[in-house]
């Protein structure tokens, strides 16, 4: 397979990794990433394969450093190069600040921050100059919502250290953003009571309807295209308008 571009896309075996997955195939050799969804991966690379495309899975826990250095020598030997990298693997967590315990906080942050952090770090070492690093935070860092202390926070560092690798990676044609889904339909919702999580998600939306995941692969996969090649350490939000102020 050596000689396509490539697309790396964590957590692609559900929800927004997965429709990013199938998108970027269009485009690009795409390796999706999981955890411990392994089902979910292969049915992933079965949609890409059997509409003629490239794929394969491979499984990493990205809070552990030496699966995440790994990864990327597998990629690099397997297909020679790196060209767009999607951190969209993460965990939603939802309790009162009061009862959170220090084993979620590492639980939370260990996925959500340090992961995605490993992820940048090991893609900014070895992908190509003009690449792709896309970061998948939430639009829960502009609401502060009740309950969403870790999980904000969480993703508030991700979009902090995006803007500086963003100035770093500049001078190679690297560009650096973060994308901010609104309220999105995937099995996170299940983690609270998702009808309800649904129905606040098109209240709040101005277009009045809770996101698709594909809604904000179109976004991903626009972002990474070259007709935004000007545009980095940038967060977009992907909402419907939910962030309208």
């Given at each position: 397979m050596k000689g396509a571009r490539v697309a790396i896309v964590t957590g692609g075996g559900t929800g927004i990794g997965q429709a990013t997955s199938k998108r970027l195939a269009d485009e690009y050799a795409v390796v999706v990433v999981y955890s411990r969804s392994a089902d979910g991966a292969n049915n992933t690379v079965k949609a890409i394969v059997d509409r003629g495309g490239k794929a394969c899975a491979m499984q990493a826990d990205i809070s552990v450093e030496s699966e995440v250095i790994k990864l990327f020598e597998v990629v690099k030997e397997q297909y020679g190069r790196v060209d767009v990298v999607v951190n969209n693997a993460g965990i939603g967590h939802l309790k009162p600040f009061q009862d959170i315990s220090m084993e979620e906080y590492d639980y939370i942050f260990?996925?959500?921050?340090?992961?995605?952090?490993m992820m940048c770090r090991e893609a900014a070492r070895v992908m190509e100059d003009s690449g792709r690093i896309i970061n998948v935070s939430t639009g829960a860092t502009k609401s502060n919502a009740s309950g969403q202390a870790l999980y904000t926070a969480?993703?508030?560092?991700?979009?902090?250290?995006t803007k500086v690798l963003a100035r770093e990676l500049g001078p190679r044609g690297i560009a650096v953003n973060v994308v901010s889904p609104g309220m999105t339909d995937t099995p996170m919702l299940e983690g609270g009571n998702p009808e309800k999580l649904r129905q606040y998600g098109a209240k709040a939306a101005a277009m009045q309807r809770c996101g698709e995941p594909e809604d904000i692969a179109d976004a991903i996969a626009a972002l990474v295209s070259d007709d935004c090649r000007w545009i980095t350490g940038e967060n977009i939000s992907v909402s419907g308008g939910t962030s309208i102020v």
């Open positions: 260990n996925i959500n921050t340090r992961g995605t952090f969480s993703k508030i560092a991700v979009e902090g250290f």
